[in-house]
């Protein structure tokens, strides 16, 4: 990879965190009461969606008490616990980062988690000072199936997205960043099914399947 503007996922990318995201939302749904295929359908909508859209659907489908907001403090409060305590990073990707920045990469990070709980988990694993800024999408109130978030990061970064490399875990995002012009580094992540890492392998214009032998 020999982009120097670099845009990063953080959870699946960066951190071991999806194990904690897969479940949180079938968790809150089963504390309302909500299980079986009605919940599956429901999880199955939010995937490419920030938490705030994710609640909002919720309250929808379930006529939970609202705003949307408190859902998405209620879900926060349980992820803070984790990028406080528990979430790690992914092997390698310290060593990566640096050696990024020791050739003259700027980077940041672009994800769909609360900003202030980014810095939160990249402070304490001892990375955050390695970017310039972190994006969510949950200020841009669109999700990664747009590139909105992307191109706000371009623009801070000031270089075009054919100069710019997007890694990303989800097939969705990387499809999204790769369509609107982007370098695209595929990650591999294990809780994702086989059929969206192949397709993410063939999308994307590189693939990581492990930090420690990357770069």
Known sequence: MDKRFCIFDMDGTLVDSMLYWR???????????????????????IRPM?????????????????????IVDEMNAVMDGHYRSDVPLKPGVADYLKRLKARGGR????????EALSHTCLQRLGVDQLFEFVLSCENTGIGKDRPDIYFQAAQRLGAPPEEIAVF???LYATRTAKQAGFYTVAVEEPCHSRRDRQELAALADEIITDWRTAL
């Open 23 to 45: 479940s949180l939302g079938r968790d809150y749904l089963a504390e309302q009461g909500i299980t079986g295929p009605q919940a599956d359908r429901v999880l199955e909508l």
């Open 50 to 70: 920030t938490m705030l859209q994710a609640a909002q659907l919720f309250q929808d489908a379930f006529h939970f008490p609202g705003p949307p907001q408190k």
């Open 107 to 114: 980077l940041c990070v672009a994800t769909a988690t609360n």
């Open 168 to 170: 990303e875990d989800a």
